[in-house]
């Protein structure tokens, strides 16, 4: 896979939690080929932090040239990140990775589809940035959707979902008048909440728990997880990012593979991932 390096110039980079920064960047092309669960890398511009740091699109808008990120600060790269002002060029690789299978609609792709199909957004933290470009995604298809979002104190995002139509239910450790206390799964199992497709993205143990929690009651290929792993390069060349899958062999057995999250997901199926712990 080649990477092409392109440059983003910062149109607004605002704290919208404590922390958690939502920034817009002006890289046309890559607005233009974005698609929901696909991800940017970005190059920082202290020399040494030379890994790219890969982040989630939240937003991209083809006829703006814009894409939008959320990010929290978790180091040195995103501290970087967090003091750009608006001018600030960063070079960027993107959209990276396969994104979310939305042919599983595809009769809602077509126009020719029975109305009525349900989706669920499944979002944890700053999980639930790449979930927003999916939601409106779904929205444009017609597609019925529940967002269950868990946050730990601060909850951020929320009204994008609702904006998009979501039927949006919200989970914290500090609940208040618009939100449980609890996780996304106390959420899904008190209020029953099903849905043709189920769409991930959050912290590992939060997929591993919806993953357990789908398969108790239907099939876990209907879940799509979009996953997490420190990465190398970012393109398919150092396998650093390997996960432990599931896949059948020419025999038609299942046997333990690899697969790297970079350039084969980041989203796979939840039945493919062999889950830690
Ligand atoms: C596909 C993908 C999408 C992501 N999307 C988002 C997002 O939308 N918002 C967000 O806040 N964070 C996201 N992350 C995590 C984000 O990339 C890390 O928090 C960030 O790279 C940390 O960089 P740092 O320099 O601040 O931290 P440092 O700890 O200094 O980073 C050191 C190294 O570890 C890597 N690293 C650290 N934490 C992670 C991690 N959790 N996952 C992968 N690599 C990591 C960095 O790339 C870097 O090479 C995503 C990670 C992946 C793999
Ligand atoms: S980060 Fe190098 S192969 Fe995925």
Redesign the pocket.
């Known amino acids: 896979m080649k990477k092409k390096i392109m440059e983003a110039e910062v149109l607004s980079n605002t704290e919208i939690a404590p922390g958690i920064f939502r920034m817009s960047m002006y890289v046309t092309e890559a607005a233009a080929a974005a698609v929901p669960g696909q991800?940017i890398n970005i190059y920082?511009n202290d020399k040494s932090?030379i890994?790219?740091?890969?982040?989630?699109i939240?937003e991209a808008d083809a006829s703006e040239g814009t894409i939008d990120?959320?990010?929290?600060?978790?180091?040195?790269?995103?501290?970087e990140m967090s003091e750009a002002e608006r001018g600030t060029v960063f070079r960027i690789a993107g959209p990276l990775?396969r994104g979310f299978d939305l042919t599983v609609f595809s009769d809602e792709i077509s126009g020719t589809g029975a109305s009525g199909r349900s989706a669920m957004i499944i979002g944890g933290g700053?999980?639930c940035?790449?979930l927003v470009f999916l939601a409106k995604t779904l929205r444009k298809m017609g597609i019925n959707t529940t967002a269950v979002l868990g946050f730990r104190k601060e909850k951020f995002l929320v009204d994008e979902f609702r904006n998009a139509d979501c039927r949006t239910l919200v989970t914290t450790d500090n609940p208040d008048e618009d939100s449980f206390l609890g996780t996304v799964v106390d959420c899904m199992r008190v209020t029953e909440a099903e849905a043709d497709e189920y769409f991930a993205c959050g912290p590992g143990l939060m997929l591993a728990a919806v993953d357990k929690y789908i398969k108790e009651r239907a099939d876990d290929s209907r879940l799509q997880v979009?996953?997490?792993?420190?990465?190398?390069c970012g393109y398919g060349v150092c396998m650093g990012?390997s996960i432990a899958v599931k896949i059948k062999d020419e025999s038609g057995n299942i046997v333990r593979s690899h697969r790297r999250?970079?350039s084969d997901?980041?989203v796979f199926k939840g039945s493919e991932v062999i889950w830690r712990g």
Request: with cysteine.
């Open positions: 991800f920082l932090l890994l790219p740091r890969p982040f989630g939240c990120i959320v990010y929290q600060i978790a180091g040195q790269g995103t501290r990775g700053v999980g940035s790449p979009s996953m997490e792993e420190r990465m190398g990012c999250v970079c997901g980041p």
